[in-house]
């Protein structure tokens, strides 16, 4: 296997890895929705009637806080798998272009 074969190869493994990735990651943020709604339910029920309040509450609860922490998370292996991938490619273009100046200084010797 040449060394352009394998950065298509590592590039397919990482297409892989940041799908999984970037599905994680669409999944937790459509859940802070409703785990921010369950948690404003939660301050209603201990008697906080304003929304505001309840908003407050929710976003300080621990449970909450700890999600924002996945979500971090997630959102960082997804961009580091896409900036993996850009770089491989950023580094065949060059390969290309290097290749393509050695042929065109062989063919004016």
């Not at 029920?45 to 309840?54: E, L, M, N, Y």
């Not at 996945?70 to 290097?98: C, D, M, P």
Request: hydrophobic share 35%; proline share 1%.
């Amino acid at each position: 296997m040449s060394a352009l074969e394998k950065r298509f190869h590592e590039i397919d493994e990482l297409c892989e890895e940041c799908s999984v990735a970037t599905g994680q990651y669409t999944q937790l943020e459509a859940y802070k929705s409703c785990l921010k709604a369950k948690l404003m339910q939660e301050a209603e029920r201990r008697g906080v009637t304003s929304i505001s309040g309840q908003e407050r509450d929710a976003y300080a609860h621990p449970d909450y806080i700890a999600f924002t922490v996945a979500l971090g998370a997630a959102h960082e292996k997804k961009t580091s798998l896409e900036f993996k991938i850009k770089n491989i490619y950023e580094r065949i273009r060059v390969w290309q272009t290097s290749e393509s100046t050695r042929r065109a200084e062989m063919s004016l010797r």
